[in-house]
């Protein structure tokens, strides 16, 4: 960006830039640190995640081959999703699903929140590097600075809001957003047990079925329904995932209730298209599977790998932001809701070239404005 124009952001009260003209979020359950073997007694397999001919998976549960009620292809169930979505995506996809994911509809909404997170991730790491470009005091970026955190309050509520303003720490909320970039645009490269990235199961639980370690529910219901769990690799803790459902080398992301539910988590292209164009959106209408999706990516060793403790991971744009205020930023940056309820507050007070705060009226902001 021209000199001209970065003058220009910071008398304005926000930086235009572009929006995506198309676009298709949870409660986490990290395990604990412990590293003892498993009690089930159960052959833990290696599978390589790539859908193309070059993957080797194997099939946990020796289950006989499936028939794809999409694609009409015999196929093993840990690779079901092959022949539903466009031949790029499938090329550069880089999971598989679990034998829950029986359910065309259910994988469609996964799939697409998968889809389409990817975009917001990128507009959120144009809109972080325009802010970014924009510092009075380029040379201080990295620092606490009195001008720059003034430029931020000025420039972005989003951020203002969700990270406090603190202008030394942009650099490390783009990072984060570029490190789900990496790991879902990179070439995985998996011989043997190479635990590396990328490396992801998806579980399909929409009914609550899935069972704990010990036997219990995983995803719970009601209002204190997690809206999604993810499971490191290689990780056993006495109260984790069923052992069938997790694998040696891959992550898992276990899609609870709350996420299937489009009262509750519409698609982002859903809440889109349900208004005009002009419509200002507030942030209690905005949620949606797609923030879902980037909060459980944040959780990945081969992102962030965000752990922000066991009872710290707030779900929500107004927890977020009091934790903002009132929490040391080095924790704050530790939880997966900031960074996705940045994009998406960032991109709605942006979009379709508006500027605005969708902050809603009548609740109090922790972080000031001045
Ligand atoms: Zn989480």
Redesign the pocket.
Known sequence: MAPKLLTLALISSCAAFTIPTSYNA???VQPGSTTQAPAHEHEWVTVHIRADSAQNVHNPDSEPTYTDQVSGEAIQKSQILKGVGPPEAEEHRYFDWDETCTDANDRQMIFQAWQNFQPLVDTTTQRLTTLAAGYPEPGKAEKTNAKNEKYIKQTDPAFTQMFNARSGFLSNVKQAFESITAGIKSIPNRPGNDPGPPALRFVCDKHAQVKDQDGGTLCTSGAQAPEAQ?FLAQSATDKNIEIKHRLSTASTIVFCPPFFDDTYAPTLNSILGSKPADYAFTLPEVNCKDRIML??YL?LKWTSDLFPGEGY?DIGWEKIAISAKKLRIDDHLKK?DAYAWYALYSFFNNYNGQCNDIWPKGVKRPTSRT
């Open positions: 949870t409660k986490t993810t909060h459980e959780h991971d997966p």
